[in-house]
């Protein structure tokens, strides 16, 4: 289970498709050391994709694939992974969503034999900033009933 853990939390890193984490301003205004301020109340928005491939926050080569990179659970909220949230706000469903990902994995590989069409692999483009859309591409991958 913790492999698959690691797995579902590498997967959710390297091909999220959230963009952007809307959160306000909660202090009265917020000064940067270059003296730029957000106002109380202000919507600011973090770069997840920044996060995500982030060598300081997610270690050495973020723009490549690694299942062995997170030692802690899916469900564990922490500063490298925003894709369920962080501290209060962190998403209540997560454990759920989490668990139906692994139910839907284990059930992918007990039923189907799985191939990869490697000439037909295409990696997902985002449509635009904010948008939260993602061109179509193809899969690569082809799902065989197993005998």
Do not use: W
């Not at 300081?56 to 922490?78: C, I, M, V, W």
């Not at 490697?118 to 997902?124: D, R, S, V």
């Amino acid at each position: 289970m913790v492999k698959v853990d690691m797995f579902i939390k590498e997967s959710l890193r390297f091909n999220s498709n959230v963009l952007s984490l809307p959160r306000p301003c909660v202090r009265e205004t917020y000064t940067f050391a270059n003296g730029f301020q957000i106002p109380y109340g202000r919507p600011v928005f973090l770069d997840i994709s920044e996060i995500s491939f982030s060598e300081e926050l997610n270690g050495q080569n973020p723009q490549e694939f690694d299942a062995h990179r997170h030692n802690s659970p899916a469900t564990k909220p922490d500063n490298g992974f925003l894709i369920f949230g962080s501290g209060i706000r962190a998403c209540p469903g997560r454990f759920f969503a989490i668990l139906l990902a692994k139910i839907f994995l284990y059930h992918v590989l007990l039923n189907y034999n799985i191939k990869a069409e490697l000439e037909n692999a295409k990696h997902k483009q985002y449509a635009g900033f904010f948008i939260g859309l993602l061109k179509p591409g193809k899969a690569g991958i082809v799902f065989e009933k197993s005998a």
